[in-house]
């Protein structure tokens, strides 16, 4: 049976250096657009970051989704994808599940390691921690999604006896995607039974379902996301 295609909308919110635009124009438009498309029957709308950039590409993907949520009322909004990083888990947790409830269950987050050695810089994070800070916050998210008490030892964060309200509104939690681009990448996210983020093709879905398979996974039960060829 041949999957089922959707077509999503990607926000790209960058206003390059010379522009006329002001950023309050910019931000107006990117909502007018969102609601275009949710009224237009897109699938999904998707959201990118970066940090410390010369043309104000979007770094508080957070507020600017919760905006989204209570702007639109069937499109699923989701992060395409969100630094992980960057956040505390416990923060990402409460803004996550608000923004979840906030929209009646249809946040998506795809997440990602990062890569530009100035956003490392800036938040003062090395580089060498941003796998094993990103394993830690898919593992402390499914957790506190689910409103009960719970703690936490790991190597970067730690913490006893925290319960994160409100709980989502999506069962069991949002829909977690996995962004990577190289061929470990890609298998480590089959491994942690995500679904997929790519933004390269044809090669990088295969290879995905490929490692599915070999663990005797049923692809049909993961999402892909793409904006490559496959």
């Known amino acids: 049976m041949a999957n089922a295609i959707k077509f999503g909308y990607l926000l790209s919110v960058r206003n390059p250096p010379g522009s006329s635009l002001d950023f309050n124009t910019l931000y107006s438009e990117m909502f007018r657009q969102a609601e275009f498309a949710d009224q237009a029957g897109f699938d999904s709308l998707w959201l990118t970051e970066h940090h410390f950039t010369d043309d104000g590409y979007l770094a508080a993907i957070m507020p600017v989704l919760a905006a989204i949520a209570a702007r639109t009322t069937r499109v699923s909004i ?5 630094l992980a990083p960057f956040y505390h888990p416990l923060r990402l947790a409460e803004d996550t ?42 593992e402390i998210l499914k957790r506190a999604w689910t409103g009960e008490c719970f703690s936490f030892a790991g190597k ?7 319960r994160v309200l409100p709980r989502p509104v999506s069962k069991p939690h949002p829909e977690l995607l996995w962004g990577g681009m190289a061929p470990a ?5 089959a491994e942690l039974d995500l679904s997929f983020a790519c933004n390269l093709g044809h090669r990088e879905v295969t290879l995905y379902r490929k490692t599915w398979q070999q663990l005797g996974k049923a692809p ?6 793409t904006s490559g060829i496959v």
């Open 78 to 82: 989701g992060t395409y994808v969100l």
């Open 97 to 138: 599940a608000t923004i979840d409830v906030m929209s009646n269950g249809r946040l998506r987050l795809g997440i990602g390691l990062g890569y530009r050695g100035e956003e490392f810089d800036g938040f003062q994070i090395s580089r060498k921690q941003r796998l094993g800070r990103t394993l830690e916050t898919i």
């Open 220 to 225: 049909g039960a993961y999402g892909i996301v």
């Open 156 to 162: 970067y964060f730690q913490f006893h006896d925290v």
């Open 185 to 189: 990448a890609i298998k480590r996210g």
